[in-house]
């Protein structure tokens, strides 16, 4: 399952917010989420937030979409706009459809 992190959070009007003169994205946002985390593994949280930091999609198993949301959901480092869209994006991955052979 793949979590794109490029996405920009939106203020209530629907405006991109800005960190500083560039987006804050979801994935600026989950990296310190991440980062601070008391749950997961430290190499593991740090990769990811690594990643997300960077903007790539960030790959995901069951597993891993679980601790992120339980990460996501027990900070008190951003206030519910944030989260919520973070939240959101995450509600949002689904499974990878089985690719078919070809005939």
Request: charged share 30%; hydrophobic share 40%; glycine share 6%.
């Amino acid at each position: 399952m793949k979590l794109v992190t490029k996405t920009s959070i939106k203020n209530l009007k629907g405006e991109d917010i800005k960190d500083g003169d560039v987006d804050f994205t979801i994935g600026k946002a989950l990296s310190n989420i991440l980062l601070e985390s008391k749950t997961g593994g430290k190499m593991k949280m740090f990769n990811m937030a690594t990643k997300c930091y960077n903007g790539e999609v960030l790959e995901l198993d069951d597993s891993d979409l679980a601790l992120v949301k339980t990460s996501v959901e027990a900070t008190a480092l951003y206030n519910n706009l944030a989260n919520g869209q973070i939240l959101i994006a995450l509600e949002a991955v689904k499974p990878e459809e089985p690719k078919t052979p070809k005939k």
